[in-house]
């Protein structure tokens, strides 16, 4: 595994916050969308599209490409301003999220843009997409590797389930699923909601390798990704412990974010019509 340098740590955690402070402004723009999940995986998508993948902006359908597979779609917000950061299409076009005719919709869809690998709406249908994918690519002899990006939520699905049993039963070594553990869904905790614990040793059970990590510490992510190619005989998971709403310290750890944008979220600390400046002040000020 080749170490970061500092200055290439430092980069990276500039594109988080570029990737952050974008995600504000499409969300305020659109006047809807989700907040708390994108502002959380911002880390991880910033390592994602700047070191992780093998991918090409200006040829999105290499055909050498690793695949993203996004479960969670209503987190995509964070894909478009990551995408738009590393060269897909203008930054300034993320302000036309969820607007008529749009490239950019509440949740992603395959045929409108290119680098997109899936569309998804229902929660709990990614894994299967990307089970299949990699199952495929292995009876074709690609070497390309299938990532899957999760919510903890979707945990909740049956379907889900099915996935994790497929890939531990064929043993798919080119498959690394993400888990965005930050313990939220719409209506509260998920612990509250549907107990998921213990996490990790149920992905054990059914054959998986599984990294436990930090899901703001790029390096460790980025160790992660590393260690699970080189597992050989299992799929990987990496159980990415995150703060929702990360970034924005007023919000973090606030489930009524889960499905407001700024300007429309709760009012108890920030009104309404302030809510976007201060998150963007709040960005600038983490760093």
């Given at each position: 595994?080749e ?7 430092r ?13 504000v402004?499409?969300?305020a ?10 502002l ?9 599209y700047?070191?992780v993948?093998?991918?090409d902006?200006?040829?999105?359908d ?10 969670n779609?209503?987190i995509?917000p ?12 203008p ?5 036309t999220l969820r607007k ?7 949740h992603p ?7 997109m690998?899936?569309?998804s709406?229902?929660?709990?249908s990614?894994l299967?997409?990307?089970c299949g994918?990699?199952?495929?690519a ?7 590797r ?15 389930w099915e ?11 080119n498959?690394?699923?993400i888990m ?5 869904q719409?209506?509260?905790?998920t612990e509250?909601i ?7 040793d ?12 930090d899901?703001?510490n ?9 260690e699970a190619?080189?597992v050989?005989e299992k799929?990987t ?10 970034g924005?310290?007023?919000i973090e750890?606030d489930?009524r974010?889960h499905?407001n944008?700024p300007?429309?979220?709760?009012v108890d600390?920030?009104p309404a019509d302030k809510q976007?400046?201060?998150?963007l002040?709040?960005?600038k000020a983490?760093q």
């Amino acid at each position: 595994m080749e170490l970061l340098t500092d200055e290439e740590i430092r980069e990276l955690r500039c594109h988080a916050r570029d990737i952050r402070t974008t995600i504000v402004e499409m969300l305020a723009e659109a006047k809807s969308g989700h907040t708390s999940g994108p502002l959380g995986m911002a880390d991880i998508f910033a390592a994602l599209y700047f070191r992780v993948l093998h991918h090409d902006p200006k040829n999105p359908d290499l055909p050498e490409r690793d695949r993203l597979i996004l479960s969670n779609g209503h987190i995509v917000p964070v894909r478009y301003a990551a995408m738009a950061h590393a060269g897909y299409f203008p930054v300034e076009e993320c302000l036309t999220l969820r607007k008529f005719g749009s490239r950019l919709q509440g949740h992603p869809e395959r045929d409108m843009l290119p680098g997109m690998e899936t569309t998804s709406g229902p929660l709990g249908s990614g894994l299967s997409q990307s089970c299949g994918y990699a199952y495929a690519a292995r009876m074709d002899g690609k070497t390309f590797r299938i990532f899957c990006a999760m919510s903890d939520g979707e945990q909740e699905e049956g379907n889900t389930w099915e996935a994790v049993m497929f890939a531990g039963k064929y043993r798919l070594n080119n498959l690394t699923a993400i888990m965005d553990r930050n313990n939220i869904q719409i209506d509260g905790n998920t612990e509250d909601i549907m107990p998921l614990e213990p996490i990790r040793d149920k992905y054990e059970a059914f054959n998986w390798h599984v990294i436990e990590v930090d899901g703001h510490n790029i390096p460790q992510f980025i160790a992660a990704c590393d260690e699970a190619k080189a597992v050989r005989e299992k799929p990987t998971l990496i159980l990415a412990h995150t703060i929702p709403g990360k970034g924005i310290p007023t919000i973090e750890n606030d489930y009524r974010w889960h499905g407001n944008p700024p300007g429309k979220g709760p009012v108890d600390k920030i009104p309404a019509d302030k809510q976007k400046q201060v998150f963007l002040d709040e960005i600038k000020a983490s760093q």
